[in-house]
Nanobody
Framework: QVQLVESGGGLVQAGGSLRLSCAAS????????MGWFRQGPGKERDFVAA????????YYADSVKGRFTISRANAKNTVYLQMNSLKPEDTAVYYC????????????????????WGLGTQVTVSS
C-alpha cells in the first residue's frame, strides 16, 4: 500500500497560481503512475492529470490543458501539480492517487484505475 499526503492548497484570486504537492510513502516501488483528481461542490470527482513513472507520459483533462502541469521530483515519491491561470470553476478538493497498473494496461483517466488515495487539499479560486 502507498500512503499519499497532499499539500499546497489554499485561497487564490482568479488568474493566480498554486502548486500542489503529493508526497508518497510506503510501497512506492509498486506505483506505476500517480494522478490528480478533483471534486467540486455538489459534483462528482473528476480526472485532472496523471503521470506515468515508467513511460514518462503525462495525461490531462481537456479543461486544464495548457494551464496545469504535472511533474515529478527525482525520487519516486513526489508529484506536483502546477496550476496557472486559475478560474473559479477550478475550486474543488484536489486528491492525489496512485496505481500499480502500467500505462499499457489501464486507463489513467478513470478513478477506478487507482488503488491508493490521499485525503485531499482544498483549492478555492475567488472571482
Amino acid at each position: 500500500q502507498v500512503q499519499l499526503v497532499e499539500s499546497g492548497g489554499g485561497l487564490v484570486q482568479a488568474g493566480g497560481s498554486l502548486r500542489l504537492s503529493c508526497a508518497a510513502s510506503g510501497r512506492t516501488f509498486s506505483s506505476n503512475a500517480m494522478g490528480w483528481f478533483r471534486q467540486g461542490p455538489g459534483k462528482e470527482r473528476d480526472f485532472v492529470a496523471a503521470y506515468s513513472w515508467s513511460a514518462g507520459n503525462t495525461y490531462y483533462a481537456d479543461s486544464v490543458k495548457g494551464r496545469f502541469t504535472i511533474s515529478r521530483a527525482n525520487a519516486k515519491n513526489t508529484v506536483y501539480l502546477q496550476m496557472n491561470s486559475l478560474k473559479p470553476e477550478d475550486t474543488a478538493v484536489y486528491y492525489c492517487a496512485s496505481t500499480q497498473v502500467p500505462y499499457y494496461s489501464g486507463n489513467y483517466y478513470f478513478e477506478q484505475t487507482y488503488d491508493s488515495w490521499g485525503l485531499g487539499t482544498q483549492v478555492t479560486v475567488s472571482s
